[in-house]
């Protein structure tokens, strides 16, 4: 890893970033990492900490449903534009985070609770509705269309760079529009992804207007997974 700001190689990559500071990590991507023939030209990888001390509340787990998970994009060799990060036959890309965070098993669960509830004194932390409260279903981490959203132009090629938190299984349906799952090459409804998996999907804008990108399993979309 390089401090941006020293200009210095830092050889204990695993060294805790302090709030404010700004560091750029560097990853040697092999073959196995990349592509296979069944995929597309570019698939995408989550990261996330490896930071584990469970006497202080540190786990993998515990910073994941604190936040703490990224994306990383593969594309094959000789398959990336010239001027552009982006593979050759793709115009436009977005990365899709979807999932439950479950902020009971946040770190910070308490600390958050004292500084920004009401009365945080009387929480009852094993309280079923108080846990529920605190499981969120989202897409990149924000309910109920709070989200920037995406823009796209009519007939542009757009790939969905998919990524599943949390547990069980994912379905997005983005409406009016079909999306071609790239491991399969099926065209369907949506796009199905498994937790702590990715999936590349494909669409071309076909239709003007303000599209809903949704799950397609009830709970999550009544809980607030609409973008």
């Not at 760079?161 to 999306?179: D, R």
């Amino acid at each position: 890893a390089i401090n941006s700001t020293t200009g210095e190689v830092d050889t204990q990559a695993l060294d805790p970033v302090a709030p404010g500071e700004v560091r750029i990590y560097k990853w040697v991507i092999s073959e196995e990492m990349g592509p296979a023939d069944s995929d597309s030209n570019s698939i995408i990888w989550a990261y996330t900490s490896p930071v584990s001390d469970p006497a202080l509340g540190l786990t993998p787990d515990a910073m994941t449903n604190a936040g703490l998970i990224g994306a990383v994009i593969v594309v094959a060799d000789g398959e990336m534009k010239g001027t552009q990060t982006m593979p050759k036959d793709v115009e436009v890309e977005f990365i899709v985070l979807t999932g439950t965070f479950d902020e009971n098993l946040s770190p910070y669960l308490r600390l958050n609770a004292q500084k920004y509830a009401d009365e945080a004194y009387s929480i009852n932390y094993e309280d079923p509705e108080f846990q529920e409260s605190n499981r969120m279903r989202s897409i990149n981490g924000l309910m109920y269309c709070n989200g920037q959203g995406w823009l796209a132009n009519m007939y542009q090629k757009v790939r969905f760079y998919i990524l599943g938190t949390g547990s069980g299984i994912h379905s997005l349906n983005l409406h009016s529009h079909s999306l071609v799952d790239r491991s399969t090459n099926r065209n369907g409804f949506g796009a199905s992804v498994f937790a702590a998996g990715a999936v590349t999907a494909d669409t071309v804008v076909s239709s003007p207007g303000d599209w809903l990108l949704e799950s397609s399993i009830a709970s999550d979309t009544l809980y607030g997974a609409q973008e």
